[in-house]
């Protein structure tokens, strides 16, 4: 696990590009994370003061002091997505950086019971999983298609959680930035180096945002780190090329990188990896490939082609 220290002038080759930063505001029951309040917005000023080109895709609009492209957008929406991607296209001409940054609180439990008015128990709300896990694979996807057309690459930065690698009871919050970490881990592990496309996650600790209010946290003797820090987290895995695959820990406005540290002590704990995952499916996956092509090679010699 490695210590970082960002500084502006490590970002400084964000000039120009294009970057994308999509979130949902919810309606007024519930707080989120977005591109109009919180990290979101703290990322859009940092990365407009570097001189990069912003796209937001909100359900508010971003003050008006933000000079960003801006298409209303709700990330739970496939046909909302995908139009801020084209608008971003038709406004810049390319996409360099995609921020999925959706983020809503706890909608539900599965410990308190709810009924109807038969009695029975309700079914859970999925908004959190459809915004914070749904919303962002759908970011990532459209994030990876136009990419693949940036001749440079690019990269695409998750916002995760500090509870994307550990216990919390908030179940559906946790659980779906649980998937968010593992949808970077997989997606990274599926993009080819060819492609020169590059994805990381954030997990920041408490921080102020529409989720969570400084001065409340700050009552209770909880640390809380402004939102202009994770910002700085989310800029440097856009700008440093050999960021890739990496989960990056903001915690009281200082920085780890835990991915690096964390997967070889895991393989020592489970005994030594002789053969990885990766490895294992490539293998599988070129065997179904032979036992499928045997029956065609069969005939074809039968026949004395």
Sequence with gaps: MTDLNIKKSDLVGLKGKVVVITVRVCSHSCYTTGGSSGIGLATAQLLLSLGAQVVVGDTNAPPEALHATFLKTDVRVWADQVALFNKAIETHGVIDHVFANAGV???TSLIDDELDSNGNLKAPDLI????????CMYTTRLGVFHLKKNPKGGSIVVTGSACSYQGFSVVD????KHGVLGLVRSVKAQLPPALNIRINCLAPEWTDTGLVKSTFFRSLDVPVQGPEVVALSAALCMADGARNGQLILSKEGKFKELEGGYMPWLVTQTGGESVSIEAALAKLQLKIKEVAEAPDAEAGAEGGV
């Design 173 to 176: 919050y946790c659980t779906a």
């Design 128 to 135: 959190t999983y459809n915004v914070n896990l749904i919303g």
């Design 105 to 107: 609180a706890k909608t």
